[in-house]
């Protein structure tokens, strides 16, 4: 009875809380049922989390696999959670992978896994431009300049002020070029 309250209570949970829920129900499940038993919560918890909870919760799935000789599972967990796992931003899920493959793996393995990672970094080079990141640069390089500009708003704005500063950049050797150059 208890566990079907904690199955209820991670769907009914706020999705920010969710992750923690599960992880109490895992916990229990473990500690009641067996280690075993708690792969379906996982299953479940991977179906069910937000994206950016999902790297924890599949780092502690693979890591129990690996703790019960599972090589194969624990792989499998890892080629899954790649895919949401930008290299760039989540180099501890790589490393992780790394080091569980120079562990467990072989050549095949290994290499499988940078091809992976390749393939994942092609992924997040084409898709991850949000307007978050657009608008952090922006802030970044108006900091830099002496006076302070105005920070845009609209992302297409953005995008013009930094194609506007790319031109001058380019165009200030030729500038500078040009002066010397005259008597």
Known sequence: RAMN????????????????????YISRVADLFGVTKSREIYHEAIKDLPQKDLKPMCLKYADLERKLGEIDRARSIYQYTA?????????????????FEVAHGNEE???????????????FATVQLLPTDVIAKANDTSKRGKKR????????????????????????????NNKTASP
């Open 109 to 123: 393995t290994y290499t499988e896994m940078l091809r992976v990672k390749r393939s994942v970094v092609g992924q």
């Open 83 to 99: 895919q949401y796992c930008s290299p760039d931003k989540d180099g501890d899920f790589w490393e992780a992978w790394k080091s």
């Open 149 to 176: 500009k105005p920070v845009p708003t609209d992302n297409m704005e953005i995008l013009e002020n930094e194609k506007k500063e790319e031109v001058s950049k380019e165009n200030a050797p030729a500038v500078a």
């Open 5 to 24: 309250v904690l199955a209820r209570a991670c769907k009914a949970v706020d999705i920010k809380e969710r992750a923690a829920m599960y992880s109490i």
